[in-house]
């Protein structure tokens, strides 16, 4: 029978309806019991969400006492109003407020000869009936007359698109209501390039928007028929050109259309080659491109414009050993160049006159450095931000041409003291000797001798990097003794190009063991063996339910938000969003063999052995990047196969209006994050 709010009684575990679904493939055969759960138009499923929803707020409640007091400390320590540090766009300065009370930052224009400041944009104002507002772009046209805005009132990622009259602070009559991330302005300011999702959420087109003409007038650009392929759309620096990119996981493809000329049909730079990848920007009427063709960590070539291809290539940066190139900006004066060493990020900037080159590094001990604000062609000065897993965001501004920095702004925490904490990168052996980095941060005075609970947290896919930053939650952990361990797998690009290759399709496995290998590390002496926690999301999440099944002895607790668990099904549909363009990175289970790798790690099909660790999983009921049902089946199966003793299992939904990475306001995220934190500390035995 479906579960309903009236007849569930919230302190026993729900048990989900079973419909058997034989299936078979490649010689195996298996049966899904919860596959019913992939049509969220059953009545059950709903009911079903809503019954575990009830069954966690039970058992939160009951850690009320934690819960509430990290709540407190975390609003503390969030500033009740603060400004960002501004940016130019052209002859103004723009930058973004927190106000007291409200969930959300308004978007603001500095004054200018005596104005005053102007709130453009407040994301308060622009949630929808569930509170929630989410920004998909937010794009000043070059003539500072305009804004296009795109605002999602429920999580799933499909974007209303508006134009803004700075001069009143009206919207103009045209609305776009299906579009996508990233978007570009012509040079005078009269066009707008936007992508747009198709049904798998991919985004497959680029569309043009004359202002002052219905949305039913624009015109299509581009096309992408490869369901493998992404599109985005952006200006180059220099404002000369608009430039689409086609990317998969590992392949890449551009596209050129005059700023000044809109209407102009695009050209291709170079026809894509599958497993080479390419990206660019423009600088006195060459294309500056950064590719892996014959570079797998990356080098730097130029084209000329009207002959962009591979054979017109002239080497202009060459690659250097232990160095991932990211990304080079090409700037009036200079090369500004994104680059990875020794598992950090780093920038490097170049000057095109003499060749003379700076390195700007975070400065702290296992900190970070990012670009922190948009960069313009002519800029001589760059705003960075470092940070670390214990010390607050600083901006500083950084001269290209002398090194010389200047701070901005060091942002304020009240009450707390980054001099009270330490922090150090280690690294752990991984079974077949690899060595995996790992950023601890623990409270001064915590004793590193095997006595502390501790709490890793890890990601590792996408070549995505988990680079330390401040969150404002994370001393409350570290206050009660928790020990915190920031992992850095292979699947992620901390080391570069090699540790993502090394983490994916036949290598997934390699992401597991570096996770466990850090747990181990640390239980040998470091911290307390039987009180270890684990936390990461989506395809961290997956990493969560991996290791959970692989080892669930090693843990006290473990979290999995929005976990990407049905592997082998999920890929195995392709019209359900994100399957085909993520076979580059998990493999295709319609090929044996790479059946055969998603089917020996998939949580789903792979129950723990032996006693259960506590366990939270977490949901979002629009989520389009790991759909609902995924940790649906995957708490059903495990409450299924439960035996007496196991730790509880627990799922949390999102049954209104939610992000991918859960509540979008500030004050909600933290309620949340105190809520994962109770639960965790709870189970690590601190309270």
Known sequence: MPHDRDDHDATVPPVAPTEPHE???????????????????????????????????????????????????????LLPTDDSVSWRHGSRFYYTRTVAGSEYEQFLQAGHDGDADRVLLDGALLAGTDGFAE??????????????????????????LRFRQLATLTDLSEELPRTY?????????????????????RPHQVWRHTIGT?????????????????????????????????????????????????????????????????????????????????????????????????????????ARPGERLVACHALRTHWLCELRRDGFPLLRTIDRATGAELEIGSGLAAGSVVLATPIEYDDTAVTVRVESLIDPPAWYCVDLRT????????????????AAYRTQRRHATAPDGTAVPVT???????????????????????????????????????????????THPRGGGENGRAWWHGGRLAAKASTFTDHLAVADWLADG???????????????????????????????????????????????????????????????????????????????????????????????LHDPRVMV??????????????????????????????????????YAHARYEAEIAAFLLTHLRTT
């Open 629 to 666: 049902h995924e940790p649906a089946k995957w708490v059903a199966r495990l409450r299924a196969t439960a035996a007496p003793g196991d730790g509880p299992v627990y799922l949390r939904t999102e049954l209104g209006a939610g992000a991918h990475t859960g509540p979008a306001g500030r």
């Open 526 to 620: 470091i911290a307390d063996g039987t009180r270890l926690g684990t936390r990461g999301l989506s395809a961290g999440g997956l990493l969560q339910g991996a290791v959970y099944s692989m080892r669930p002895e090693r843990w006290a607790a473990v979290v999995a938000e929005v976990a990407f668990v049905d592997v082998v099904t999920t890929m195995l549909d392709p019209d359900i969003p994100l399957t085909v363009n993520e076979w580059d990175e998990w493999g295709d289970p319609r090929r044996a063999e790479e059946f055969a790798w998603l089917w020996a790690y998939s949580p789903y099909e792979n129950p723990p052995a032996g006693p259960r660790p506590p366990l939270l999983a977490t949901a979002a």
């Open 23 to 77: 299936r078979e493939l490649h010689g195996r055969r298996w049966t899904d019991e919860y596959g019913w759960m992939r049509d969220h138009g059953d009545p059950r499923l709903l009911a079903y969400l809503r019954a575990e929803r009830e069954y966690h707020d039970a058992a939160a409640d009951r850690c009320e006492r934690t819960r509430t007091e990290v709540f407190h400390e975390v609003e503390q320590r």
């Open 214 to 318: 219905p949305a039913d007038a624009d015109v299509l650009v581009l096309q992408e028929d490869d369901a493998r392929h992404e599109l985005t759309v952006r200006a180059s620096r220099d404002l000369h050109w608009i430039m689409i990119e086609s990317r998969s996981r590992d392949t890449s493809e551009w596209h050129l259309v005059p700023a000044h000329e809109p209407h102009a049909a695009p050209s291709l730079v170079a026809p894509r080659r599958r497993g080479v990848e390419y990206r660019i920007d423009h600088a006195d009427g060459q294309l500056v491109v950064t590719t892996d063709d014959g570079a797998p960590e990356f080098r730097v070539v130029t084209a000329p414009v009207g002959t962009p291809g591979p054979g017109h290539w002239t080497p202009l940066l060459a």
């Open 440 to 486: 601890l941060a623990w409270r001064a005075g915590t004793p590193l001798d095997g006595t502390a609970p501790a709490l890793l947290y890890g990601y590792g896919a996408y070549e995505a990097c988990l680079d330390p930053e401040f969150d404002p939650v994370l001393p409350s952990l570290l206050d009660r003794g928790v020990v915190y361990a920031l």
């Open 403 to 418: 090194g010389a920095r200047e701070l901005r702004k060091r942002h304020e925490v009240p009450g707390y003291d980054p």
């Open 135 to 160: 920004i998909g772009l937010r794009e000043l046209s070059p003539d500072n007359t305009l804004l296009a805005y795109s605002v999602d009132t429920t999580g799933d990622e499909v974007y209303r």
């Open 181 to 201: 991330y990233t978007g570009a302005w012509s040079a005078d300011s009269g066009t707008f390039f936007y992508t747009v999702h198709d049904e798998l959420f």
